[in-house]
């Protein structure tokens, strides 16, 4: 009834040439947030910690995917296929046409996700080592991958015609994996502006005849409203990501709107991981459906879970209140010291939305990369969120599918080094260790050359972990912070290589020094584990 209703006004008043303001389109009235212990005041959120399930799990894999992939044409298509002098701008009129005719709408209706099978696709996450999963719930093009109560353009209305989340949870909870839901939508309203220039004014009246008759393209595009200063320079978003720097302020509907499609997700797939692609929370600093959100999450899990608290939320850019109450993401970045506060790191093996082009020129992460980047994380109190592409089909490609089996092959011999540990009294020695790696915005300091002279450390029961991040020349391990009488009481007991059994060693005051086989375990980096007489 209610987009029945939006469609009909929106034609007779485009009809009469008159556009419908954004607010008077309906009054729409938020879903009620689930009352308990958390109000939305950071005060009252700051009472909240990060659950043991989360920071025991270390290790999750993301499926960034949706209508953005069926290109195969990289992250943000849908925003820079609006940009003269954008590759996807070109691309995009050689593949479909002029956005004026063929407009990210109609990228939609091209995407079918026919070989996409999210039961095998978990059980290979799960296989290869992720302790938990994450799902695209909807991205900056603002098309929500479920039977949204409150957005019609959803996958499945359109394009797939399938419930994206609603699958993946249904594999999540037939294969034990704790289910995570991204949500990207509140910037829609600035992001998809380049598309004024093209189909992005559309009304339902302009669908008549055409595969989207009865759908308001507004509902998708969001932009009958003034523009951001400077919008028509493609990087203008980036100064204005937190409202700020003469970005078009979002209507009060819309914001309503990105609010009541989030608590819809929520309550009806109840992920344990709500993952924001904002400063912070959604549409923060200037109004708090953010905050709200969050309250409702927690308390839902509180509720849901017989007093339990199983709910995380990250967001970006965190000062240190924000991180009392919510979990610190970085993204495609590792800080270059611990963390007091929990925190995740998001990367990915190529592009967030697939690109044909890095599979072309052999351009993702190699097994080894994820490896040393998982032990660096886990050593400094925090989680690695991998995204593994898809195809636009749903598929992964051969390439990927081997990066995985060599991941799995180290963490099916490693793997008890990583999970359920906890910082020891130093993260690491080496000179990355050494060094100051500042991050940038909201991350994007990866890419470190991690060398054998690199180790990290973790504990985990009374033994600690040694990971060098690569296998030393001569087959010599020498680990300076386990020199005797040094961040341990008592005396060391025993070394032993995973994978391969007791190695030969000697500790003194200098160093901890343990001789490695010739014959190597695992292709990657070496994991000792180091036990102690007290």
């Not at 909807?138 to 093009?141: A, I, L």
């Not at 923060?284 to 459906?289: A, G, L, R, T």
């Given at each position: ?33 689930q ?99 994450m799902?695209?719930g909807?991205?900056?093009?603002n098309?929500?991958l479920w ?6 353009w959803?996958?499945?209305n ?12 249904a ?27 093209y ?42 990501w ?41 549409f ?6 953010g ?18 608290m ?8 965190l000062?240190?209140r ?5 979990v ?50 886990v ?91 690569g ?29 391969h ?15 490695l ?15 102690f007489?007290?």
């Open positions: 009834m209610r987009h029945w209703i939006r469609t009909v006004c929106g034609s007779l008043l485009a009809v009469m040439g008159t556009a419908m303001p954004a607010e008077a389109q309906e009054t729409v009235k938020p879903e009620p947030m009352a308990g212990v958390y109000e939305p005041t950071w005060e009252s959120l700051s009472r909240y910690e990060c659950p043991d399930w989360f920071r025991d799990a270390k290790f999750g894999i993301w499926a960034h995917w949706g209508p953005q992939c069926e290109p195969e044409a990289g992250d943000w298509y849908a925003r820079n296929m609006y940009y003269p002098g954008q590759w996807q701008h070109e691309y995009h009129v050689k593949k479909y046409g002029d956005p004026k005719e063929f407009g990210f709408k109609d990228v939609i209706n091209e995407w079918k996700a026919e070989e996409w099978e999210p039961d095998s696709l978990v059980r290979l996450y799960k296989s290869v080592g992720a302790r938990y999963f799902t695209l909807n991205h900056h093009d098309f929500d039977d949204s109560k409150y957005q019609p959803n996958s499945v359109m394009g797939p015609k399938r419930n994206i989340v609603g699958e993946w949870a594999a999540c909870k037939k294969y034990g994996l704790p289910l995570g839901v991204s949500i990207h939508a509140s910037h829609t309203w600035t992001w998809m502006e380049g598309a004024q220039d189909d992005g004014k559309l009304t339902a009246a302009d669908g008549k005849g055409k595969w989207w008759e009865g759908y308001d393209p507004q509902d998708l595009y969001a932009q009958r409203h003034e523009r951001s200063r400077d919008s028509k320079n493609v990087g203008a978003i980036h100064s204005q937190a409202w700020g720097n003469g970005a078009s302020q979002p209507s009060g509907a819309f914001k309503t709107e990105v609010y009541n499609r989030t608590l819809d997700v929520i309550n009806r797939y109840h992920p344990d991981v709500l993952y924001f692609d904002d400063t912070v929370l959604p923060y600093p200037i109004s708090d459906e905050v709200r959100i969050l309250a409702h999450m927690y308390n839902k899990s509180l509720k849901d879970h017989g007093g339990q199983r709910a995380v939320v990250t967001g970006k850019i000062e240190d924000h991180k009392e109450a919510m610190w993401d970085v993204e495609r970045g590792v800080p270059d010291r611990p963390q007091e506060k929990y925190w995740q790191t998001c990367t990915c093996l190529g592009s967030w939305h697939y690109d044909r082009g890095i599979y072309d020129r052999d351009g993702y992460k190699s097994a080894a990369t994820v490896v040393k980047m998982l032990v660096d994380v050593s400094k109190n925090g989680n690695l969120l991998l995204s593994v592409p898809l195809r636009g089909s749903g598929a992964i490609d051969e390439k990927e599918m081997a990066i995985l089996k060599d991941l799995k092959a180290w963490m099916d011999i490693n793997s008890e080094s990583i999970y359920g540990t906890r910082p020891w009294a130093t993260f690491g020695e080496g000179p990355l260790a050494e060094s100051a790696n500042p991050i940038n915005a909201q991350g994007f300091n990866e890419g470190q050359k991690y060398t054998a002279a690199d180790i990290r450390y973790v504990q985990k029961g009374g033994v600690v972990y040694a990971t060098a991040l296998w030393p020349d001569g087959g010599r391990m020498v680990m300076k912070s386990l020199r005797e009488g040094e961040n341990y009481k008592g005396k060391v007991a025993g070394v032993e290589l995973l994978g059994g007791p190695v030969d060693y000697t500790c003194d005051g200098t160093a901890l020094t343990a001789e086989p010739a014959d190597k375990p695992n292709a990657i980096a070496p994991v000792l584990k180091v036990t007489a007290d």
